[in-house]
Each structure stands twice: as structure tokens, then as C-alpha cells.
């Protein structure tokens, strides 16, 4: 399975952006799809993700009530809107598919698949 994901750019504090992690050669059908960040000098970290177990996503609390993962099966996309984005929220954003346990699903190496990252900049 490849991934792709799109829709990054520049957008000023408050405003919102959408991500879209597209599937090629394969479906997200029996994978949970992950969505991660990483900042310059910072370690990857977890953002959210659509759990292929119980069917519904998992957010980090840095994230939870802005941000927003939905799963589209039919067209093989799992999208990220994210809202009320502040400068913190700067990052490369990274789309994963794998088959972490619940417990794991926060663990980027409970992921098989990756996208090539698209940048993310909030202004201030």
C-alpha cells in the first residue's frame, strides 16, 4: 500500500486546514490509518488516528476538540481537518496505515506505511 498525503500549506492562527492521506495499491480496509507530526528537532509525535478495530478515532489531547479524522472507504482517503490551528500546531503531518492494538495506536511503529509528509505552517 503507498500512501499520499496533501493539503498542507500556510495559514494564519485560528484558521483551518484539511489533510488527505490517499491509498494507492491497496485499501485501508483492515488497517488503522494514523496521523502524525513532526516539528524540526522534535521527535515524531501522535496526532490522531482511525482505529480499524472499534471504527472510530482516537485523538492526542493537544489536538482533541480542533481537530478531526474521517475515514472515507469508498474513495480510500482518510481526511484531518484541523481547526483553530495555532503556531504549536507547525509541523510536517504524516499519514501511517497499520494494525496497532488499541492500546498502541499512538505508536508510530505500530505503523507499516507511510505517506511523504506535507508541511503544515501556522502563522502567528
Known amino acids: 500500500v503507498q500512501l499520499q498525503a496533501s493539503g498542507g500549506g500556510l495559514v494564519q492562527a485560528g484558521g483551518s486546514l484539511r489533510l488527505s492521506c490517499a491509498a494507492s495499491?491497496?485499501?485501508?480496509?483492515?488497517?488503522?490509518v494514523g496521523w502524525f507530526r513532526q516539528a524540526p528537532g522534535r521527535e515524531r509525535e501522535f496526532v490522531g488516528a482511525?482505529?480499524?478495530?472499534?471504527?472510530?478515532?482516537y485523538y492526542d489531547d493537544s489536538v482533541k476538540g480542533r481537530f478531526i479524522i474521517a475515514r472515507d472507504n469508498a474513495n480510500n482517503i482518510v481526511t484531518l481537518e484541523m481547526n483553530s490551528l495555532k503556531p504549536d500546531d507547525t509541523a510536517v503531518y504524516y499519514c501511517?496505515?497499520?494494525?496497532?492494538?488499541?492500546?498502541?495506536?499512538?505508536?508510530?511503529?505500530?505503523?507499516?506505511?507511510w505517506g511523504q509528509g506535507t508541511l503544515v505552517t501556522v502563522s502567528s
Open positions: 482511525y482505529s480499524h478495530i472499534s471504527r472510530r478515532p
Open positions: 495499491g491497496g485499501t485501508f480496509t483492515g488497517y488503522s
Open positions: 501511517g496505515a497499520g494494525r496497532p492494538i488499541i492500546s498502541a495506536i499512538s505508536r508510530p511503529a505500530m505503523y507499516y506505511y
